[in-house]
């Protein structure tokens, strides 16, 4: 059967093609794509597309970012590899500094999904890494003037451990993540559960066009636990019609 172009299904296999390429290509770790895939179920079940609780929670993100003294994004290879481009313009929307951060970190990945985030457009910190984050793998390497100075860092498909390292560190915490249920998710201070290619240019897009007014009232004090439940509920109601 052909899925037409339009169909959302459609684009998810385009997802999984491009990062099934990127293993290939040394810039996912076959971990990277096991976690894509537990990514493709759960929007499965939200319907793959943006729900109107993820879109307030993207517009959340962009008053976060936007009113931070010091914004950075932290880039894994799963994120680069679907969403160099998104990730360009975030920066240039924002102005934030864009970090990677490998659980399985080789200087060649390092050197190879910097040359990809920059042929995309996108200013990668660079320097000598430290060991910012306190925890005992490799993902504790960080930059002083990326990690080491964010007040707000949005985290595409963080690890739990990771997210809880950088909460205990006092920092605000976005995470993307399709799994409401993970330690991520529930970690965070902002969740998006919603697929990292669909939220980073909504994101983008909010950072364009928020009033003031809205940024003061949308960073105050977001509301983890009513974007978790809210994706719970997405996904009951999909479930409980998904045999009609
Ligand atoms: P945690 O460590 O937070 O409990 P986990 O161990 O289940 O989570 P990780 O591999 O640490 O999972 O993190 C990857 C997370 O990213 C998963 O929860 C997965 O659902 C989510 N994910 C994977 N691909 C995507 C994607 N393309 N867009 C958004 N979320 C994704
Ligand atoms: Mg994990």
């Known amino acids: 059967m052909t899925i037409p172009a339009d169909h959302p299904r459609y684009q998810s296999l385009i997802v999984r093609e491009r990062l099934a390429g990127s293993v290939r290509d040394g810039i996912v770790s076959l971990e990277g794509l096991v976690a894509h895939g537990r990514g493709e179920a759960f929007d499965y079940l939200i319907g793959e597309r943006t729900t109107d609780s993820a879109l307030l929670a993207e517009r959340t993100a962009a008053a976060m970012i936007r009113s931070a003294r010091h914004p ?3 880039v894994n290879g799963n994120t680069a590899a679907l969403a160099a481009r998104e990730i360009a ?7 934030a500094i864009v970090e990677i951060n490998l659980f399985h970190r080789t200087e060649e990945r390092i050197r190879k999904i910097s040359q990809l985030l920059e042929s995309n457009g996108v200013t990668v910190l660079s320097g000598k890494a430290e060991r910012i984050v306190p925890l005992s793998h490799d993902r504790a390497l960080s930059y002083p003037e990326g990690t080491g100075k964010a007040d707000v860092i949005l985290v595409p498909l963080e690890d739990g451990d990771r997210c809880e390292a950088l909460l205990k560190m006092g920092k605000a915490v976005i995470a993307i993540d399709l799994n409401p249920l993970s330690r991520t998710a529930r970690m965070a201070s902002l969740t998006i559960v919603d697929e990292v290619t669909r939220a980073l240019p909504m994101i983008t897009g909010f950072l364009m ?24 509920k997405e996904m009951d109601r999909r479930l409980a019609h998904a045999l009609d």
Do not use: H, K, W
């Not at 066009?209 to 960073?219: A, N």
């Open 72 to 74: 950075v994004i932290s």
């Open 209 to 232: 066009t928020l009033q003031e007014q809205d940024i003061v009232l949308l960073s105050r004090t977001p509301d983890n636990n009513y974007f978790l439940t809210e994706a719970m």
């Open 89 to 95: 313009l975030l920066q240039q929307a924002s102005g």
